[in-house]
């Protein structure tokens, strides 16, 4: 590769930028878009090399495998066998939701995207800009999180920017995104097992499929040792500074992300962001990842996070949590 990479470019959503988004997918370009949960960097899912460039523009071990995005359930039949139970979750597409499945053999999947697995994730993105672009495209884009890796996601086009520019082609800005933290991953091989708490909360969930959800083994609560789904390194939401969970005060020079109406006792000589002064998840998700950036970008070198309640969209914002808090690999 040269060492110059792309000039990369950001369009406001449109149609020319969308026009612009399908030429430069199908000549095996990159481009970043925003869906309702984070940002991601997508690639035509049927072209290898495509996919090797979006390995190499992230800076992704390439153990770690992508997600299929379609704009449809027809499309994600031709591409994975859906157990009854996929069927029903199947029912909360278009959504926060990311289906592993197994993958039959022959579909138009570069192995690289899948890394070489006999199983593939899928996902029907809500965002009106995924869906049309999907729409446009015809096929399926393979899209991880649009930020360099081991970086915390990007919930703007700015976000994505200050992670890949030069790296990638093309970024159409739709704002921020609303949920703010990433799909939730359930593998539906046998029974269903949830692997990466998300965006779609595990009571909606489990209302759909009338049963419990199980966590995969390791997955969720052993985030710090051991990669899960493959590639789920513990440390991969990690910011620069170091953070220090369940935080009840704060140190001189530490920085406060704060939650609910009673910041912990601080020495306001650090920066104080708080994800929802009205204590609301749904609020706090969708400012977990730019409070993030913006406390690690104050130049403290710790971040004290207070408690944050395991319930609703709780469970997913303090996965990320722990998973930024784990020692670095
Ligand atoms: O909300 C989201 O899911 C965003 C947006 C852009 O769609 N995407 C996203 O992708 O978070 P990424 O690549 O950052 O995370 C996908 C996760 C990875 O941890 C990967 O290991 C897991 O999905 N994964 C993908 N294919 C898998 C498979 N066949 N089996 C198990 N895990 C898989
Ligand atoms: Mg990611």
Request: proline share 9%; hydrophobic share 45%.
């Amino acid at each position: 590769m040269s060492s110059a990479g792309p000039t990369t470019r950001v369009l406001p959503a449109g149609a020319a930028a969308l026009a612009e988004a399908v030429r430069c997918l199908a000549a095996g370009g990159l481009v970043a878009f925003p869906t309702e949960t984070v940002y991601g960097l997508g690639a035509d899912a049927a072209n290898g090399e495509a996919v090797a460039r979006l390995y190499a523009a992230k800076g992704r071990p390439s153990f770690n495998p992508l997600i299929a995005h379609v704009d449809s359930m027809e499309a994600a039949r031709r591409l994975a066998h859906f157990t009854p139970a996929a069927e029903r979750l199947a029912s909360l597409w278009p959504g926060p939701l990311t289906l592993v499945l197994r993958k039959p053999a022959g579909i138009r999947i570069a192995d690289l995207a899948t890394a070489g697995l006999d199983s593939i994730a899928l996902r029907v993105p809500a965002h009106p800009l995924a869906r049309e672009l999907l729409q446009e495209f015809g096929s399926a884009i393979v899209a991880p999180s649009a930020n360099r890796s081991g970086h915390v996601s990007p919930t703007t086009a700015g976000h994505v920017l200050a992670d890949l520019q030069g790296r990638i082609d093309l970024i159409l800005d739709g704002g921020p995104t609303k949920v703010g933290v990433e799909s939730t991953i359930i593998a539906c091989l046998d029974e269903p097992l949830l692997l990466r708490p998300g965006g779609l909360q595990r009571e909606a969930i489990e209302r759909t499929l009338g049963a419990a959800l199980r966590d995969a083994p390791g997955a969720v609560q052993e985030a710090r040792n051991a990669p899960l789904a493959p590639g789920m390194l513990a440390s991969h939401y990690a910011p620069k500074a170091s953070l220090r969970l369940e935080a009840t005060s704060v140190a001189s020079g530490e920085a406060l992300l704060a939650f609910g109406p009673t910041p912990v006792p601080h020495p306001r000589d650090g920066p104080v962001l708080n994800l929802s002064p009205l204590g609301d998840l749904v609020e706090a998700a969708a400012n977990l990842f730019a409070h993030l950036r913006a406390l690690d970008a104050s130049g403290a070198k710790a971040i004290a996070v207070m408690p944050i309640p395991r319930d609703g969209l709780g469970e997913a914002i303090n996965d990320r949590l722990a998973r930024a808090a784990a020692p670095r690999r």
